[in-house]
């Protein structure tokens, strides 16, 4: 049974400005003789602080409208309780009241504010019920007014107020997926899309490298607006997810192909042709000779990121990679022939044992230049940025992690990549990498910024 690890979470800046604003609150309501209630100016100003200052403004956007909505309805239901309702008929100013919410909850939509829909009920009810008996009608609803507003601006003022940081718009931010931003459920941290997303808009240079799919890696990233081309594959494509085209493929030339058809079809073996067509990627097989790689054909034909084609390949497309599901004494078998080949050379062997039997393994040829560092190293180029920080923690991370100007490993990345790594994390979870990229991308004007250590593998 795998060991539950126990996280203690820091105190953070949200908590700590927090505080601070709900102590202003106080202050600004002794300053006005203890006028009014100071509760709702600290309600406002908690729910109004959030991570980044556009997300403050927004949330705070819709607490004043909803507080002018539910206040303005609220006075008028009021109105009508105290001046037509008698008090003892309490079912009929019950069944007003619940009512109320109709127009209330109406008018947010009719301003094409429905998050406001909320405080607007809670504004709409708190004059209503709580606060329906007290002597000045008026009076209550300013100070509920300006009690709101006051928490709004305090919210505000202490959330815009940073410690001087400078931009670092030179460094090209890159990570792996799996095991970086992603954890073992498919996740990624809540924290991540939002502060990831808060970087790019302010003009980090951020992208990820990857052996899944574009597709496979779209479904993951969920709200992420990566303005820069990913790299997937293995690092086989550059692929820009706004527009949905290959950049860049590091096919093997279609001279090569054929002449390892040749070779696989002497030694009556099976593959699979991964090739990118008019920006589609699609996987040609043919007859199976093994019940391996036909399960992995069972089990990967229902999924929405693959394509699979009976028959021949066209010759006008890009064959990315060949996949063949093996024994590994057939495996080494045609390893060997291929390498007597002149071509050889230009080609890159992967195996990976981990989702196959015992004796089975997956064996993909790529290209040479098919290669994470080598994608890494094109993109770089394509934006004239002149260093590199990169991220990591398996093994088609490694030559990544090795190459950069900069590498970090996870804190559960397998050995190899923290040997070529020039830190190590201390701590792991879903948000690490984007709290690191945060700390590299917007380091405070008097420190130098993440420097290489002394030592390989420092903790950080």
Sequence with gaps: MKERKIVIPKIGMRMIKSAIAVFICFLIHMLRGAEGDPFYSIIATI????PQVENSRKVAYNRVVGTLVGAAVGTVILAIEQNIIPYQWLIVRYIVIAFSIIPTIYITLLLKKPTASYISCVVLMSITIVHSTDASLLDFVYNRVLETIIGIL??????????????????????GLDGSLVGENGQMGAYTNVELNYLISDGANITIATERTPASLLSVIGNINLKLPVIAMDGAVLFDT????????????????????????????????????EDALLIFYGTFRNDVEKKLYMDMRSSPYRNYVYGEFPEDGDV???????????IDTIEKEIKKQYYAEELLFLRDSSETPEGYCHFKIYHKNATKQFMVEQLRQRLGITKTVAFGSNKNDVQMLKSADLSIAMKESIEEAKQVSDYVLKRQDLDSVAKTMQRIYEPVIWAKGLQKPRNKSTLL
């Design 242 to 277: 706004n527009e949905k085209r290959y950049l860049c493929c590091q096919a093997i030339p279609m001279e090569i192909v054929k002449k390892m058809c040749c070779i696989f079809e002497e030694l009556n073996r099976h593959y699979f042709v991964n090739m990118v067509l």
């Design 47 to 50: 729910l109004c602080m959030q």
């Design 320 to 330: 990315v990679y060949f996949l063949l599901v093996d024994t590994i004494e057939n």
């Design 154 to 175: 305090v919210s505000l003022c202490v959330n815009v107020v940073q410690l001087p940081r400078k931009r670092e718009n030179d460094i090209l931010l890159v990570t």
